[in-house]
C-alpha cells in the first residue's frame, strides 16, 4: 500500500527539530568546548552544499550514493536507540535489560511509522509544543550560571567529540531526500527548516556546557534535577517524557528518511527499517566486538562526509553532463 506522502515546511521543520534534538539530549558533558566550537563550526559549513542542491527541483542522486545514505539512517538510528536504551536503564534500574527496553521503544514505533509521513507530521507538531514548553519550564528555574566552563582552556580536539556532535546535525544532511515531499514554496521549504533546526540545536548545546556540570555524564537530565532547587516539585520526570519524545520522533525521521531515499513509501518498508534497526541494536548493544565495527566512529564519519560533500559534488556533474547531452 502507497501512503501520502506530503507535508508543510511548518511539518517538516517541527520533525527536523525533534530529531535533531533527539541527539543533543544524549551526549555528554565530557566534550571540550574547543571541540565542541570547531564541529559545529564544521557542521554548518558542511551543510552548505546540501542546502545548494536542495534548491534543485528534481534531485536525482546515483544509487550508490542512496545506499550510503541508507546505511546512515540505519546506523544513526541504531546509535540514537543504545544511547536511550543505555541511558533510561541507568535511570530506572540497571538491572533491566537494554534489548528489552530498546525493542519496545522500536516496537512502538512500529505502527506511526507504517502510517506514512503525514500522519508523522501532524504527532511532530504536538510533540514539537510540547518539547518547547518543556525546554521553557526547565530553562526558567535554573538554579545558577556560571560561565566558567565555557572559558576552557583545554584546545585538544578529540574526533570522538566531534563525532557525537556531527550526529547532532544528522537529521539536518538527509533533508535534502525530502525534496519530493515538502509542499508550497522553494524558500521556506527548505530554509525555514534549517534556521529553526540550526538555532535549536546550538542554543540547546550552548546552554548545557555554559553550566559547569561536567561531573555529570546526562547533562541535559542533570538540567532538570538542578531545579529541584528552586521549586518544590523537579522535572525529572518532564525530562524522562521530553527525551523519549524526541529519541521517538528521531526513529520517526530516519524511516521517513529511508522511505524518501528508495522512494518507497510503503508500510512494508517500515516494518523493514524498523526490524533492521532492532536487530542491529541488540548485537551492538551485547557485543563490543562488534559494536566497534559496526558502528566504528571513523565509518561513521565518512558516510557523513559521503552526504555532504561526495553526494552534492555528483549531483553537479551528473546535471553537467545531462545539460551538455541536450545541447
Same mark, same amino acid.
Given at each position: 500500500?502507497?501512503?501520502?506522502n506530503? @507535508?508543510?515546511p +511548518?511539518q517538516?521543520?517541527?520533525?527536523?527539530?525533534?530529531?535533531?534534538?533527539?541527539? #543533543?539530549?544524549?551526549?555528554?558533558d565530557?566534550?571540550?568546548?574547543?571541540?565542541?566550537?570547531?564541529?559545529?563550526?564544521v557542521?554548518? /559549513?558542511?551543510?552548505v552544499?546540501i542546502l545548494f542542491?536542495?534548491y534543485?527541483?528534481?534531485?536525482?542522486v546515483p544509487g550508490i550514493?542512496? *545506499?550510503?545514505?541508507?546505511?546512515f539512517a540505519v546506523? *544513526?538510528?541504531?546509535?540514537? #536507540?543504545?544511547?536511550?536504551s543505555v541511558?533510561?536503564?541507568?535511570?530506572?534500574?540497571?538491572?533491566?535489560?537494554k534489548?528489552? %527496553? !530498546?525493542g %519496545?521503544?522500536l516496537? !512502538?514505533a512500529?505502527?506511526p511509522? *507504517?502510517?506514512?509521513?503525514?500522519?508523522?507530521s501532524?504527532?511532530?507538531?504536538?510533540a514539537?509544543?510540547?518539547?518547547? +514548553?518543556?525546554?521553557i519550564?526547565?530553562? *526558567?528555574? /535554573?538554579?545558577?550560571?556560571?560561565i !566558567?566552563?565555557?572559558?576552557?582552556?583545554?584546545?585538544?580536539?578529540?574526533i570522538?567529540?566531534?563525532t557525537?556532535?556531527?550526529l547532532?546535525?544528522?537529521p539536518?544532511i538527509? !533533508?535534502?531526500?525530502?525534496? =519530493?515531499n515538502?509542499?508550497?514554496g522553494r524558500?521556506r521549504s @527548505? %530554509?525555514?527548516p534549517?534556521?529553526?533546526?540550526?538555532?535549536?540545536?546550538?542554543?540547546?548545546?550552548?546552554f548545557?556546557? /555554559?553550566l559547569? %556540570?561536567s561531573?555529570y555524564?546526562?547533562?541535559?537530565?542533570?538540567l532538570?534535577?538542578l531545579?529541584?532547587?528552586m521549586?518544590?516539585?523537579g522535572f525529572?520526570? +518532564?525530562?524522562?517524557?521530553?527525551s523519549l &519524545?524526541? &529519541?521517538?520522533?528521531?526513529?520517526?525521521?530516519?524511516?521517513l528518511s529511508?522511505k524518501?531515499?528508495t522512494?518507497?513509501?510503503? =508500510?512494508?518498508?517500515? @516494518?523493514?527499517?524498523i526490524?533492521?534497526?532492532?536487530?542491529?541494536?541488540v548485537?551492538?548493544l551485547y $557485543?563490543?566486538?562488534?559494536y566497534?565495527i559496526?558502528?566504528?566512529?571513523?565509518?561513521?564519519?565518512?558516510?557523513?562526509?559521503?552526504?555532504t560533500?561526495?553526494?552534492? @559534488?555528483? #549531483?553537479v556533474?551528473?546535471?553537467?553532463? $545531462?545539460?551538455k547531452?541536450?545541447k
Amino acid at each position: 500500500m502507497i501512503l501520502k506522502n506530503k @507535508i508543510s515546511p +511548518l511539518q517538516f521543520a517541527s520533525l527536523l527539530s525533534l530529531s535533531s534534538l533527539g541527539f #543533543v539530549t544524549m551526549f555528554n558533558d565530557t566534550i571540550t568546548c574547543f571541540s565542541m566550537v570547531i564541529s559545529v563550526l564544521v557542521s554548518f /559549513l558542511l551543510l552548505v552544499p546540501i542546502l545548494f542542491i536542495s534548491y534543485k527541483e528534481n534531485i536525482k542522486v546515483p544509487g550508490i550514493f542512496r *545506499a550510503a545514505a541508507c546505511i546512515f539512517a540505519v546506523l *544513526a538510528s541504531v546509535v540514537i #536507540v543504545n544511547k536511550f536504551s543505555v541511558f533510561f536503564s541507568t535511570l530506572v534500574n540497571t538491572t533491566t535489560p537494554k534489548y528489552f %527496553i !530498546s525493542g %519496545i521503544l522500536l516496537l !512502538s514505533a512500529l505502527y506511526p511509522a *507504517a502510517k506514512g509521513i503525514e500522519s508523522i507530521s501532524r504527532g511532530g507538531i504536538i510533540a514539537g509544543a510540547f518539547v518547547l +514548553l518543556s525546554l521553557i519550564l526547565v530553562f *526558567a528555574v /535554573l538554579p545558577y550560571w556560571d560561565i !566558567s566552563a565555557f572559558s576552557d582552556n583545554d584546545k585538544s580536539f578529540n574526533i570522538t567529540d566531534g563525532t557525537e556532535i556531527l550526529l547532532c546535525f544528522s537529521p539536518m544532511i538527509l !533533508s535534502l531526500f525530502f525534496n =519530493r515531499n515538502i509542499t508550497k514554496g522553494r524558500v521556506r521549504s @527548505i %530554509i525555514f527548516p534549517f534556521i529553526i533546526s540550526s538555532f535549536i540545536i546550538c542554543a540547546v548545546m550552548c546552554f548545557v556546557k /555554559l553550566l559547569d %556540570i561536567s561531573e555529570y555524564i546526562y547533562p541535559f537530565y542533570t538540567l532538570s534535577e538542578l531545579s529541584c532547587k528552586m521549586i518544590p516539585m523537579g522535572f525529572s520526570g +518532564l525530562f524522562i517524557a521530553f527525551s523519549l &519524545v524526541c &529519541v521517538f520522533f528521531t526513529l520517526m525521521y530516519f524511516s521517513l528518511s529511508v522511505k524518501s531515499i528508495t522512494n518507497c513509501h510503503t =508500510r512494508f518498508m517500515s @516494518i523493514v527499517f524498523i526490524t533492521v534497526v532492532y536487530v542491529v541494536s541488540v548485537v551492538t548493544l551485547y $557485543n563490543n566486538d562488534l559494536y566497534n565495527i559496526i558502528l566504528n566512529k571513523y565509518f561513521l564519519l565518512v558516510l557523513y562526509l559521503i552526504i555532504t560533500l561526495i553526494i552534492p @559534488i555528483a #549531483v553537479v556533474v551528473k546535471e553537467k553532463k $545531462n545539460v551538455k547531452k541536450k545541447k
